[in-house]
């Protein structure tokens, strides 16, 4: 069975600085892997989406890396902001079981101090 | 711009009372799935469908909830009778699978969510 990790569940940085976000999945066989964001009260926004054939996605500020074979993601965070603290979650799609469900992990809460 | 609403946003219950909870995924997309979050479990499939055929409802406590898409701009989502234990955020999710098998599956865009308590 899928089981998404996500290291650490709550992170404090100070404005400026560069962050990594760590999610690991112990089934290597996914279809592809997604990074979302939830603001408190709200529902999720994606943000970058990678193929299995993909080791990494950009979007602005934004860059997420895929190690399949090792079961890893990391979301890359360049000049944090403010407005960038939020839960950062990331999810796999399988390839069996319930096929195209996403599989979520529990989390990373960010928040970036001014 | 296109986004899939959910409606009501909020909803409280007593127990024992009939919850519907509805979804309207972006037009065009054909797949549509329900999740629930809560703070202990956080966020779990419930049910997902595809041309509005079910595809798996595993995650979902069949004695007590359904989960139905009667045209392709609708699906629901029902709990009868409701329970204290079934007080978490719903979210429905919807995308494009232009395949038939689970290569074809892309990128899902989320509702609000439905926040819901059952005292």
């Known amino acids: 069975k899928q089981e998404v990790t996500q290291i650490p569940a709550a992170l404090s940085v100070p404005e400026g600085e560069n962050l990594v976000l760590n999610c690991s999945f112990t089934?290597?066989?996914?279809?592809?892997l997604q990074w979302f964001r939830q603001d408190p009260g709200k529902g999720l926004t994606s943000l970058l989406l990678i193929q299995s054939s993909q080791r990494e996605q950009t979007s602005g500020r934004l860059n997420a890396s895929l190690d399949k074979s090792s079961g890893r993601s990391t979301l890359y965070i360049a000049a944090s902001q403010p407005g960038d603290s939020a839960t950062y979650l990331c999810a796999v799609t399988g390839y069996g079981g319930s096929q195209g469900n996403l599989i979520f992990g529990k989390g990373t809460k960010l928040s970036v101090k001014p | 711009d296109a986004r899939v609403t959910q409606t009501p946003r909020d909803k409280v219950t007593e127990m024992g009372q009939e919850v519907t909870m509805r979804c309207q995924p972006i037009?065009?997309?054909?797949?549509v799935f329900w999740y629930r979050q809560t703070m202990m479990q956080g966020l779990e499939l419930l049910a997902y469908?595809?041309?509005?055929?079910?595809?798996?409802d595993s995650g979902m406590p069949k004695d007590r909830f359904s989960a139905e898409m009667p045209d392709a701009t609708l699906a629901t989502l029902k709990i009868q009778p409701s329970e204290p234990r079934d007080s978490a955020v719903y979210f429905c999710?919807?995308?494009?699978?232009?395949?038939?098998?689970?290569?074809?599956?892309?990128?899902?865009?989320f509702g609000p969510g439905t926040r819901l308590t059952v005292l």
């Open positions: 469908f595809r041309n509005r055929a079910p595809l798996d």
């Open positions: 999710a919807s995308g494009l699978s232009l395949g038939t098998t689970y290569y074809s599956y892309n990128e899902q865009f």
């Open positions: 037009l065009g997309h054909n797949t």
């Open positions: 089934d290597s066989a996914i279809y592809n």
